[in-house]
């Protein structure tokens, strides 16, 4: 692996290295702290991970962390899961957030930008005022520190306005894109009980106008523990008898009151793709999220006041939390609120243009949707202020880094990099002052001992396996919101090696530092880099007369794109003719996500279970990828190894 690229794509330059923050972050931490002063980022991120202690207090002094009340020590007890961090400090996250509005008060917080491609900015003083006089009536509706407010929200400045206002009243932040459909957000917003509702009465996506009152009406009925629901009158219309207005609640003119809460504090809940159930509620801390995400936009993304911020994501994507955390650095964070191809394919360009973005983020499916759309950046857009182009979701191709090399700039740091929703935060990726090879993420990150395992614990160098963090991170999960005893926490990351995060990718670890990551150990559904779960699938999808059962499985395939098949067992008498293709894929637009529509539905003999009664989703996959079948099942696991064999036969024929 480590001699298929020997030349890098891209390096910085000495000036780039010398100016980077994380080469001063090294330099400061050598004088104060013993980092080392040789060796550039290797030496750092050895450091970083056995000295775990020292490391973490740096970046809480580089950043300048307020800690209302101190800490006894950085880490209190280091086992996982259950490592205990800053233990007896205090501090708020929107604190932070709103920091750079005492020195910047009329420089831009936040640039707003929709599909007409017009952004609109809020400064720094008007982000202040406005959270300050939402935090103010969440405490007057009775909101207290660890209740829960949810948002049905797009990706607009009143979406980051509830997030500052929920977390400076120490209440507990959660949100659904409003293209999830009822379902999807009740199965996520019914496990938080939240007290409060932010809506929008729709939104607008490739240039249409998506009413989304039903189904907000639905959510009023089916949250019981709803104090109050605040209407935003995206489309204009008014709002709903009992709901409140956001303007109404925004309006005064309040210094914003931050709550100081332990470290450890619940900040907000994400959710997993709920691949064998209901998602997971995922809980993280405000002091753990708050000093990863310095490190990984600070140090890592390089991103500062100077600096604009645009990651194409939705409310519903763990990436919409981590681009709001750009306000801790001081920078200008992007909102585009709108279809990724609208009004065509090289929209997301055109935003990162209009906006002066310095930071693009994207997917790799993206980028490689504009190499196949014969998009031309570079010639069709002025992207002089755009420093680095960064993706996330799936792995960026090679043909994908070849491409923003050739088509945006010969000198483009390019950051493919890689985390999961799971710790709202990457493992590996983006490093400013390493070379760029093609196909590679440049590092893992600072404080992240990052290894490839074979299934019995052995190191890989060089060869594929199990992606698996040996040392806590500050933001992995608190925990599972209703798990009590932590089990199922306990199951989802350290059933397979005690002690040690074990991830579900796939990844290879080079012997020059680099890592490769080849998609997903698991059977979780990622179009977009939003992820669902086979489960939401089927609970949709079989409620329909005609299906028996039915199997869906994402396939990562080489030339970077995604094949999603839907594979169908039909009832007695029934035909997969064009009216049933037509209302599989309605009910999963309208029901989950116009994301997760398949591309294409197979009829088939019948769906492969275990002998306890459970789909093989991850065998099939294996299948579908080219694996044999002796090798991608054990047959004895298997009710029907017949079966498995019409998979194995399509493999062969789409091969």
């Known amino acids: 692996m480590s001699t298929v690229n020997p030349l890098p794509l891209?390096?910085?330059?000495?000036?780039?290295?010398?100016?980077?923050?994380?080469?001063?972050?090294?330099a400061w931490a050598a004088e104060?702290?013993?980092?080392?002063?040789?060796?550039g980022y290797p030496a750092l991120h050895r450091w970083s991970v056995e000295q775990l202690?020292?490391?973490?207090?740096?970046?809480?002094?580089?950043?300048?962390?307020?800690?209302s009340t101190p800490y006894t020590r950085v880490l209190g007890d280091r086992s996982m899961p259950g490592a205990q961090w800053f233990p007896g400090a205090t501090l708020n996250y929107a604190e932070h957030a709103l920091r750079a509005a005492g020195a910047r008060a009329d420089e831009p917080a936040l640039l707003h930008i929709d599909e007409t491609h017009e952004p609109h900015p809020v400064t720094w003083s008007e982000l202040r005022r406005q959270v300050g006089s939402l935090a103010a009536e969440l405490r007057a509706l009775g909101v207290r520190p660890g209740d829960r407010v949810s948002g049905y929200l797009p990706n607009i400045p009143q979406a980051v306005v509830a997030l500052l206002a929920t977390a400076a009243v120490g209440a507990v932040w959660t949100s659904c894109a409003p293209d999830f459909g009822a379902r999807s957000v009740l199965d996520r917003f019914q496990q938080v009980e939240p007290v409060v509702l932010f809506t929008v009465d729709g939104y607008r996506y490739g240039g249409k106008e998506h009413d989304r009152r039903d189904v907000v009406a639905r959510?009023?009925?089916?949250?019981?523990?709803?104090?109050a629901v605040v209407h935003i009158p995206l489309l204009g219309t008014a709002a709903p008898e009992g709901a409140l207005e956001w303007v109404t609640l925004t309006s005064a003119d309040v210094e914003p009151v931050f709550e100081q809460v332990p470290f450890d504090h619940p900040l907000w809940v994400l959710y997993s793709s709920g691949t064998t159930g209901l998602p997971k509620a995922i809980v993280q801390s405000q002091g753990g999220i708050l000093v990863e995400h310095l490190k990984q936009i600070g140090l890592h993304c390089d991103l500062g006041p100077a600096d604009r911020f645009f990651w194409y994501t939705s409310t519903g994507w763990m990436m919409w939390n981590f681009l709001v955390s750009g306000l801790l650095t001081g920078t200008t964070v992007v909102l585009y609120d709108g279809s990724p191809g609208h009004p065509d394919t090289g929209a997301q360009w055109r935003v990162a243009e209009r906006t002066g973005a310095t930071l693009f983020g994207t997917s790799a499916a993206y980028v490689m949707a504009c190499r196949k759309a014969e998009v031309h950046p570079a010639r069709d857009f002025d992207?002089?202020?755009v420093r680095c182009v960064a993706t996330t979701g799936s792995p960026l191709p090679p043909d994908g880094f070849r491409w923003l090399?050739?088509?945006?700039?010969?000198?483009?740091?390019?950051?493919?990099?890689?985390?999961g929703t799971d710790v709202c935060s990457c493992f590996a990726g983006a490093v400013p002052t390493l070379p760029v090879h093609i196909g590679e993420l440049q590092a893992p990150c600072l404080g992240t001992d990052l290894r490839s395992w074979d299934p019995d614990g052995a190191p890989l160098v060089d060869e594929v396996g199990e992606l698996v963090v040996t040392n806590p991170m500050p933001s992995m999960p608190i925990q599972f919101w209703n798990d009590p005893d932590g089990s199922r926490y306990h199951d989802s990351y350290f059933a397979m090696y005690p002690g040690v995060w074990r991830h579900g990718d796939w990844i290879t670890l080079t012997s020059r530092g680099s890592v490769v990551i080849h998609g997903r150990s698991d059977s979780t559904l990622n179009r977009q880099g939003v992820r669902m779960g086979s489960a939401d699938i089927y609970e949709a999808v079989e409620k329909l007369p005609e299906i028996k059962e039915s199997l869906v499985i994402g396939v990562e395939q080489p030339d970077g794109g995604y094949w999603m098949p839907l594979f169908v067992h039909l009832t007695p008498g029934a035909a997969l003719d064009d009216a049933l293709l037509d209302?599989?894929?309605?009910?999963?637009r309208e029901q989950l996500s116009p994301r997760?529509?398949?591309?294409?539905?197979?009829?088939?003999?019948g769906i492969p279970h275990t002998l306890t009664g459970k789909r093989i989703e991850v065998p099939v996959k294996r299948l579908l990828q080219g694996t044999p079948l002796e090798k991608a099942v054990n047959p004895g696991s298997v009710d029907d190894l017949d079966l498995l064999r019409f998979y194995e036969d399509l493999a062969r024929k789409r091969a």
Do not use: C, M, N, Y
């Not at 959510?219 to 104090?227: A, F, M, V």
């Not at 209302?583 to 999963?588: A, G, L, N």
């Open 10 to 26: 891209w390096q910085p330059d000495p000036q780039r290295i010398a100016q980077a923050q994380i080469t001063k972050f090294q």
């Open 32 to 39: 104060h702290h013993g980092a080392p002063a040789q060796g």
């Open 53 to 67: 202690e020292a490391f973490w207090q740096a970046v809480t002094e580089w950043f300048d962390v307020r800690f």
């Open 219 to 227: 959510l009023r009925e089916e949250l019981p523990t709803l104090r």
């Open 383 to 385: 992207l002089s202020t």
């Open 405 to 419: 090399r050739d088509e945006v700039r010969d000198d483009l740091w390019i950051a493919s990099v890689s985390g």
């Open 583 to 588: 209302r599989i894929k309605r009910t999963i």
């Open 596 to 605: 997760h529509v398949p591309d294409e539905v197979v009829e088939v003999p």
